[in-house]
């Protein structure tokens, strides 16, 4: 499974990045970090439905992303239109990396994720000293022990956490770490399909004072009909945005479908 082989490459990069900065070092940076801090919880828990504009070069599923505009120009339309950033930060397959992160820090006064495979104690430390406000979670590549330990260190931190499930069972280890905010990743992490049934499905989970996540396969007018009525509080659109050459009249018009279908 591509998960499998994205996770060794990680710890590749990982020993290398240590290389670089020593663990405790990192450690040090996070500790000193006196950046901005906007929360990322409450970006996505306001009324209405909010918005995270991704950043991202490439994807195991489409290859390399033919981007129609410069980094500094979407973070700008970024700032005016959505609620929130995730930034990929994972090299090998999604082409991103952590300096990508802080020239956004620099450009934008909005929340960022930093979006990677996160299974050492390092990469918090890494994203709280680059200047993120959040991390991802992926419960189909933590044991329990190491969710809970993580979302720990995330909170100790400063840091929001977005538990990412697939599944049921996942989304039932995700809710029992006492999870704030929940995600779903609508792609099929075994064969890259996206069914966004999957958002409606574990819907029926998510306690209402959670704040719930859609992520993967918003690239049309009928997803946002569709996921409108899956009770969720924010979407995350990032091949979409990447391919437009208007992110910010495509965000602005995505929040009016949705509250039309609310209306409705």
């Given amino acids: 499974m591509i998960l499998d082989e994205i996770v060794e490459d990680k710890k590749i990069r990982l020993s290398e990045h240590k290389v670089r900065i020593s663990p405790s070092e990192m450690r040090r940076l996070a500790e000193a970090y006196d950046g901005p801090s906007p929360s990322f919880r409450k970006a996505l828990a306001k009324p209405g439905i909010s918005i995270i504009g991704e950043f991202k070069k490439a994807s195991p599923s489409l290859g390399k992303i033919d981007s129609k505009i410069e980094l500094t120009d979407r973070i700008d339309d970024y700032n005016y239109a959505v609620d929130a950033i995730s930034c990929l930060t994972e090299e090998d397959h999604f082409l991103g990396n952590v300096d990508y992160l802080k020239q956004i820090r620099a450009m934008s006064p909005l929340p960022i994720i930093m979006k990677d495979f996160m299974i050492d ?4 430390y890494e994203a709280k000293a680059i200047g993120a406000n959040a991390i991802l979670l992926i419960a189909a590549i933590l044991d329990d022990a190491q969710l809970k330990a993580f979302y720990q260190l995330s909170c100790e931190l400063g840091l929001d956490a977005l538990f990412e499930a697939h599944d049921e069972a996942e989304m039932d280890r995700a809710l029992s770490c006492g999870a704030k905010i929940v995600g779903v990743n609508n792609r099929d992490l075994r064969d890259f399909t996206i069914r966004l049934e999957t958002t409606h499905r574990l819907s029926k989970m998510v306690p209402e004072d959670r704040v719930f996540v859609a992520e993967s396969g918003i690239v049309e007018d009928v997803d946002v ?18 391919e437009s050459a208007d992110p910010r009249s495509l965000a602005k018009h995505w929040k009016e479908v949705y509250n039309s279908c609310l209306q409705g």
């Fill in 121 to 124: 104690e390092y990469q918090f």
């Fill in 225 to 242: 009909r569709f996921l409108a009525q899956c009770r969720v509080d924010a979407f995350l659109i990032g091949r979409a945005f990447m």
